[in-house]
């Protein structure tokens, strides 16, 4: 299968430690590295909130 192409994120803040804070819903979900938030369009890589659509 291929690899999603993975788009830089907007509207995060990193938090420490390669978490990363989502910004952009009012879920506000704090991600752990390879962690996707409740949207399942977001995702923590490397300590960079990407865009998975």
Known sequence: MAQPFLA????Y???GDSKVKCLLCPHGCALNPEQTGLC???QNVDGKLVSLN
């Open 8 to 11: 830089p994120a907007r509207y």
């Open 13 to 15: 803040e990193k938090t």
């Open 40 to 42: 399942l369009a977001r």
